[in-house]
């Protein structure tokens, strides 16, 4: 005959059984009457639930890099392919369960994570705004091109000569006094500039080109 679970609730990774001596201790340290010590618990126990379903959406490279026990790890996966939702809302409650049972570590580690994704690290921000800079000094400075080749002679000269003078020829406007348009070579040159200063590699735009007209831009030397 199996025996009855015990009723209680789980404080930084341990389970507290109701009217344990460590329930007790744990009432007496919250200010208030036992009400209160219940309402506060209950606040702690929807915090970690929220925390889990943002969980959902963390971006794979943040959530490999957690280190996620393996029961919370799959909870997680399994949640994100329920699409029914009474099912989903059990597998939340299995998911803020888990939560529950995690240690301070692992919720602070979960939170840095989100907030990576949802702010970009430090390193990050800078190595975009670094590239939005080159990017617009490129397009609009002749001699910013010179200084580009000289810190990174490894870029495929042709390309960027080609990818410059397409996104002049988008930025003119159609009509005088309207705004400059930005087309697709303005992004792929953001892509090219960015992936050499963060030395990352892949394909721009997924290995779609970039169409270029052929025609020359008046004073652009194309002896290269």
Same mark, same amino acid.
């Given at each position: 005959?199996? !025996? *009855?679970?015990? *009723?209680?609730?789980?404080?930084?990774?341990?389970?507290?059984?109701?009217? #344990?001596?460590?329930?007790?201790?744990?009432?007496?340290?919250?200010?208030?009457?036992?009400?209160?010590?219940?309402?506060?618990?209950?606040?702690?126990?929807?915090?970690?639930?929220? %925390?889990?379903?943002?969980?959902?959406?963390? +971006?794979?490279?943040?959530? =490999?890099?957690?280190?996620?026990?393996?029961?919370?790890?799959?909870?997680?996966?399994?949640? @994100?392919?329920?699409?029914?939702?009474?099912?989903?809302? +059990?597998?939340?409650?299995?998911?803020? *369960?888990?939560? @529950?049972?995690?240690?301070?570590?692992?919720?602070?580690?979960?939170?840095?994570?989100?907030? /990576?994704?949802? =702010?970009?690290?430090?390193? /990050?921000?800078?190595?975009?705004? &670094?590239? /939005?800079?080159?990017? =617009?000094?490129?397009?609009?400075?002749?001699?910013?091109?010179?200084?580009?080749?000289?810190?990174?002679?490894?870029?495929?000269?042709?390309? %960027? !000569? $080609?990818?410059? @003078?397409? $996104?002049?020829?988008?930025?003119?406007?159609?009509?005088?006094?309207?705004?400059?348009? &930005?087309?697709? $070579?303005?992004?792929?040159?953001?892509?090219?500039? @960015?992936?050499?200063?963060?030395?990352?590699?892949?394909?721009?735009?997924?290995?779609?080109?970039?169409?270029?007209? #052929?025609?020359?831009? /008046?004073?652009?030397?194309?002896? *290269?």
């Amino acid at each position: 005959m199996s !025996r *009855k679970p015990k *009723k209680g609730y789980f404080v930084r990774g341990q389970f507290v059984a109701e009217g #344990s001596e460590l329930d007790l201790q744990l009432k007496a340290e919250l200010k208030g009457t036992e009400g209160d010590s219940r309402t506060d618990l209950k606040k702690e126990s929807d915090a970690l639930q929220d %925390l889990g379903l943002e969980l959902l959406t963390l +971006r794979a490279d943040l959530f =490999n890099r957690l280190g996620l026990d393996d029961k919370l790890k799959e909870a997680v996966l399994e949640a @994100r392919r329920i699409t029914n939702f009474e099912g989903k809302r +059990r597998q939340m409650q299995f998911i803020g *369960k888990l939560m @529950r049972k995690q240690e301070d570590e692992m919720i602070d580690a979960i939170r840095a994570a989100l907030d /990576e994704q949802r =702010n970009g690290s430090a390193k /990050e921000n800078l190595a975009l705004h &670094h590239a /939005e800079t080159w990017r =617009n000094d490129l397009i609009t400075d002749d001699q910013r091109l010179a200084d580009w080749l000289a810190e990174h002679p490894d870029t495929d000269t042709q390309q %960027l !000569r $080609a990818l410059i @003078r397409q $996104a002049r020829k988008d930025a003119k406007p159609e009509q005088p006094g309207a705004a400059p348009r &930005h087309g697709r $070579a303005y992004r792929e040159i953001f892509q090219l500039v @960015r992936q050499h200063l963060v030395g990352t590699d892949g394909a721009l735009n997924n290995g779609e080109p970039v169409q270029i007209d #052929s025609e020359d831009d /008046e004073g652009e030397d194309n002896s *290269k």
